[in-house]
């Protein structure tokens, strides 16, 4: 069962990567924040890191960077909703809740606060499309398709 309460994935170690945003979004929330104990992450370790964050039913952040979108495919898994970023990860997971701006941000975490049934249409949308591209039976297909696809433009 996830507890009410946000984590604050301020992300500043690394350039352009969150920072006072998330803490004026955090303070409007209305939720309570927890902070990240195990040091930094990845460094710390990735089980460590998890076991900070995974009883939360909600993770802010406010990281700009486009590529890659771990923290966001780790939320999806754990049944963690993830707001704001703007990585590949959170676009194809839980596109309503991308963006980086205060007012936005808030808006939406105001709207999952007060709605369970949309809650759970968040969350079940980004499992399912975690198991849709990112499972290994996903990424095993994708890979066989690439292999056929390389092996049919050797072989022309």
Same mark, same amino acid.
């Given at each position: ?11 500043? =170690? ?28 990845? =460094? ?5 890191f998890t076991e900070d964050w995974v009883e939360c039913k ?55 606060k007060s709605s369970p049934s949309y809650r759970n249409k ?35």
């Amino acid at each position: 069962k996830k507890v009410d309460k946000i984590f604050n994935y301020q992300n500043n =170690w690394g350039a352009g990567r969150g920072g006072n945003k998330n803490i004026e979004i955090l303070e409007k929330s209305g939720i309570e924040i927890k902070h990240k104990t195990s040091g930094r992450m990845p =460094w710390g370790g990735l089980q460590p890191f998890t076991e900070d964050w995974v009883e939360c039913k909600y993770m802010l952040s406010t990281d700009e960077s486009l590529p890659g979108g771990v923290q966001s495919t780790l939320c999806a898994v754990h049944g963690t909703i993830m707001i704001g970023s703007n990585s590949d990860g959170q676009r194809n997971l839980f596109p309503e809740l991308v963006g980086t701006e205060v007012e936005d941000l808030t808006s939406k975490i105001e709207k999952l606060k007060s709605s369970p049934s949309y809650r759970n249409k968040i969350r079940e949308y980004a499992f399912n499309k975690f198991l849709e591209k990112y499972s290994f039976t996903a990424v095993k297909k994708q890979i066989i398709d690439l292999y056929k696809d390389i092996k049919e433009n050797i072989d022309e």
